[in-house]
């Protein structure tokens, strides 16, 4: 029957030593691995940072493209306003024509 003692290594011995941190041979191994696991670590954050990246630009350049087009749209609808305006045409008729709102249609006759 074994007793507990027999089970554990004893570091103080030279065979416990070698076991439990291992040779010169196993040292070398063991810090190829954690280099090897540390360049993956570093460079899957590096991969991270440029997909945030990314994904920050395309945002950015989605929404700047979504501002210009709204932006021009309204323009558009003002330039259309104003030529209706000089023709006479109705309020009500300018509103369903552009889609403006009547204080908008005004603000526009207070201009010209």
């Known amino acids: 029957m074994t007793t507990n003692a027999e089970k554990y290594i004893n570091p103080f011995t030279d065979f416990g030593f070698k076991k439990l941190f291992g040779t010169e041979v196993n040292k070398d191994l063991l810090y190829e691995d954690s280099l090897k696991k540390y360049r993956d670590l570093n460079n899957a954050l590096a991969t991270a940072e440029m997909k945030g990246e990314l994904k920050g630009r395309i945002e950015g350049e989605l929404k700047g493209r979504i501002e ?7 323009e558009g609808k003002i330039e259309i306003a104003e030529k209706a305006i000089a023709m006479g045409m109705s309020i009500d008729d300018i509103i369903e024509l552009t889609g403006l709102s009547e204080e908008q249609i005004k603000g526009l006759t207070k201009k010209g």
């Open 68 to 74: 210009g087009e709204l932006k021009g749209k309204i």
